[in-house]
């Protein structure tokens, strides 16, 4: 599922497109994703001027002149393309600029969602009503955190996991950023001393930027809006690793966990 730096790698190659530029047809090829579009997307979008693109934890978010912000979700597989030389039977909506550029929402498996809402409405969009800090904002400190894990027995990796904890991580980068930090993924989250939750949050920051620069990670169907692929998967230590060697020389363990895995090192991870 493509986490936080897919969606933003998917943010950035979309802006020097979009940003600016006036959407002059809307065209939908199905009805729905994973729950339908917008009854009136195309008459909100069409002549509408896009200005500004961003991200919300997995949420890319695309706002117009008009008081209206897109919210797309990638789902499983979903990914933009910029424009593609022939249409594929998943690009589900299509958009054109006025000056002939197309973007084209794919998604095979449909477990994506696309809403249009009013962008100053926008912090009531449910998704995002209980939503944790970003990672990379400057409202996500080891002090926070601190406070936020105070008393909680739960293991590390399952409140990182908790969007209502901190918004937008999941699973590839907290085993990433837990290996950083030297942190077993088990362990209480509200036992970690102050000095090590410090750690943990410069490995979460440093483990999302250098994923952002490499464009993300490859899994399944996600590919760049270029259509490049992402090659952050190149530079896990744990992740996908189960039976290699970590670079202290243990072995990489996994345990799988409802549908997920988890992936650490028993020597370095305490």
């Known amino acids: 599922m493509p986490e936080l730096p897919e969606v933003e790698t998917t943010v950035r190659g979309l802006r020097p497109v979009l940003e600016g530029a006036r959407i002059e047809r809307v065209l939908l090829r199905r009805a729905d994703l994973r729950r339908p579009f917008p009854a009136d997307i195309g008459q909100r979008l069409t002549g509408a001027i896009v200005t500004g693109l961003g991200r919300r934890a997995k949420y890319g978010l695309i706002d117009t002149d008009r008081g209206d912000t897109m919210i797309f979700h990638l789902g499983m597989s979903g990914r933009w393309r910029v424009d593609p030389s022939e249409t594929l039977p998943h690009d589900h909506l299509v958009l054109t600029t006025a000056v002939g550029r197309t973007l084209a929402l794919n998604d095979p498996r449909r ?40 008393g909680r027995g739960a293991p590390i990796k399952a409140m990182l996991l908790d969007q209502r904890i901190v918004a937008g991580l999941g699973n590839i980068y907290v085993c990433e950023a837990l290996h950083m930090a030297g942190i077993t993924p088990a362990r209480a989250a509200g036992q970690i001393a102050s000095a090590r939750l410090a750690t943990l949050v410069e490995s979460i920051r440093t483990v999302l930027a250098s994923a952002i620069e490499a464009g993300g990670s490859t899994l399944r169907d996600y590919a760049r809006p270029d259509g490049e692929l992402g090659y952050f998967s190149k530079q896990w230590l744990v992740y ?9 020389g243990a072995l990489v363990k996994r345990r799988p966990e409802g549908g997920r895995s988890t992936f650490w090192c028993s020597k370095c991870q305490r």
């Open 111 to 150: 477990f994506g969602s696309v809403d249009l809402v009013e962008t100053a409405a926008i912090a009531a969009y449910p998704p995002f009503m209980t939503m944790g800090p970003e990672p990379l904002g400057l409202g996500f400190t080891a002090d926070y955190l601190g406070k936020a894990l105070a």
């Open 240 to 248: 996908g690793r189960e039976g290699e060697l970590c670079r202290c």
